[in-house]
């Protein structure tokens, strides 16, 4: 035990007087008529005005008739809560001398000394705490990019919303196409900055019914619209999805970055009672979208679970294609446009379908990729394109083939040595083996790509650049990567005879050749007076529908016999 001496009477009331002094809180002393007898420092600092003024002043500082309804209000509640209970606590915004708002939360306690009445108060500052509590709820609860509200209060919203409302209800999902790809072209900061200006774009539409707009992170967003007509519902995406399609402008790339959303929708009650069936019945709607190739708008049907089960189907029978060689290429020739020879063939897949015939790379490309069978559909081809070159050469046909691949198809390990191996084995010249990359899947810039098509560059091969000007940024591409060849896309040449600016573009194309010394090869030339147009422009390669479709191997040898013998 300690032998603790009693501090004198005097020397305590000194200490507790300095105490009170230097407390954080702010406390005050006032007399049976709620009139100041004495306050503290921080009391004097929270609110503005020193002891010696305040002293004899009354609660409230000023007469009753100066001070707003509420302040009097307040002032009432307090005397009578003290003069029935001797207790009052609050928690109210009050403005001190100075206008400042304070958020405070206050105490009042009535005490009895030697029959003496005196009233103690209490104010707490809860400014701060209020203001780390509000950041603590908007992390909580907001996206911290868009600052949306996040899934959970999406969720508690719609949930009470459901459960309220008479209306029918639409639950619309909408992902960006491609955003992985952005994400890795613009890098942290420049996908956020692409989302926040893509969320005030949608934002200042204003939609009709639009009841709440919520952001579950990534391109991951909610919308719901109470709202009964699916009709009206998909004028507002339309909409959407219109303002959305105006590029964008990057600091990270020259060129403008374009957005085309995938959407999915469900609708209440029709399709689920309940808010997580509804949610998963729009994403399977927004995944059918993507599959379909993106940019569209799927409203949920029972159909789409039935397509699910066939994905899973496709996928089996893919590799039992892969398996069992079901892929084989057709042959499109491209054309001297001036003389109407052939220089060359693009290799084009079909997949020989054992039930469904004879299926274009449309029907099941993209799901090569998801289940990462590229590179097993380029070995097949590659080696079928081979052993033709071989067989041409032997007829006394020197071609070249052109070859599609995509930057998946690059990335693996093996494929350099199984290109080599190929031309020593089949005996023919790199030069005569061309590739083509599409635009599109050089966005995700893997570095192994760029490495993989210098070493085929340094073995002798040509490379395309693949539908040029579909791509967020074509002119970068020239740049960084070795291309001998640029084919300009099929869609700007559609038009081209009545269309000024496919004109333009393609003139620019060609210009860029020329400045670049890069061979330009137009595509899908379907009429005559394209082709003529071409020409005029001074584009000297072609191949398309109205010079000839692609076609088996055997056709393909045979238009080089038939030219052989007229040219
Ligand atoms: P691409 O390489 O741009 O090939 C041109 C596509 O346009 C081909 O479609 C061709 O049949 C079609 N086409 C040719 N001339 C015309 C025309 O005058 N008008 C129109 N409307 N279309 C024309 P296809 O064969 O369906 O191939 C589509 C795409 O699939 C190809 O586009 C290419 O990106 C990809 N692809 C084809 N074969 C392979 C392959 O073996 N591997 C990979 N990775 N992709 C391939
Ligand atoms: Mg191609
Ligand atoms: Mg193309």
Redesign the pocket.
Known sequence: MTNATAIPVSDKQQILAQLCEQLDDAIFILDANLCYLSVNACYEMTIGYNESFLLGRPLGIYAAKFLSADEGAILADITSHLNSSGFYEKHFAMANRYGQVIDCHMTYRKICIEQTVYYVGMVRDMSAAIKDQKKVAHLLNYNQVTGLPNRKVFLSKTNDLLLDTYQEIAIVRLNIDRYRSLASLLGPDGINTLIKSFVTRIKNLQLDYLTCFSHFGGDDFVLVFECPDANIVRQQLDSLMQICERPFSSDKTEANIYCHISVGASYFPKDDDELTGLLAKAEKALHYVKKQGGEDICWYDTSIDEATIGNWQLESELRTAAAEGQ?I??Y?PKFELATGIITGF?????WQHPTRGLL???HF?DA?ITHKL?FE??SQ?AVQIAKQLSIWQEQGFCQHIC????AT?FSHPNFFKMVRNLLIQHNISATQLHI?V?ESSLIQRHSKVKKQLGLLKELGIYLAL??FGTGYASLSYLQEYPFDFI?V??SFISDIDNNQTQYAIVKAILDLGTALDMQIIA????TEQQRDVLLSMGCKQG????LS??VAADAATKMLIEQYRTH
């Open positions: 892929f290429p057709y499109q693009e290799a084009l897949v079909r274009r790379p449309i490309i090569i590229s559909l380029f081809m070859i599609n691949a995509d198809e083509e599409t693949d539908d084919k896309d099929k595509e899908g030339i379907e191949q398309g529908y109205w479709r692609p």
